[in-house]
Nanobody
Framework: QVQLVESGGGLVQAGGSLRLSCAPS????????MGWFRQAPGKEREFVAA????????VYADSVKGRFTVSRENAKNMLYLRMDSLKPEDTAVYYC????????????????????WGQGTQVTVSS
């Protein structure tokens, strides 16, 4: 059974940092594009960042560009999201997602592209 498990969320003050991790299990995702999404209370899930299967291509939502960094370690089958200069508006449940396969080494910034999703980890930024 394929699972994606996020960790690293928590409570942090504005201006602080967190690093989220996503550990897939049940299969290797080294050839899979992956992404991060978030959902704040009362809002729809939104795209945060995505990374290509090699890690060579990344894309970010404008709201996090310059503050967040997505990375992966294919040898360890791990995905990360480093979040710096956090703001209260970053408060949300953060989800990692994986696309089974992509012919090209590209990123995907829309949720329908992804077949697998984690359960989410809560990030709360206090002002």
């Amino acid at each position: 059974q394929v699972q994606l498990v996020e960790s690293g969320g928590g409570l942090v003050q504005a201006g602080g940092s967190l690093r989220l991790s996503c550990a897939p299990s049940g299969r290797a995702f080294s050839n899979s594009p992956m992404g991060w999404f978030r959902q704040a209370p009362g809002k729809e899930r939104e795209f945060v960042a995505a990374i290509s299967r090699s890690g060579g291509n990344t894309v970010y939502a404008d709201s996090v560009k310059g503050r967040f960094t997505v990375s992966r370690e294919n040898a360890k089958n791990m995905l990360y999201l480093r979040m710096d200069s956090l703001k209260p508006e970053d408060t949300a449940v953060y989800y990692c997602a994986a696309k089974i396969w992509s012919q090209y080494d590209m990123t995907y910034d829309f949720s329908n592209a992804y077949e697998y999703w984690g359960q989410g980890t809560q990030v709360t930024v206090s002002s």
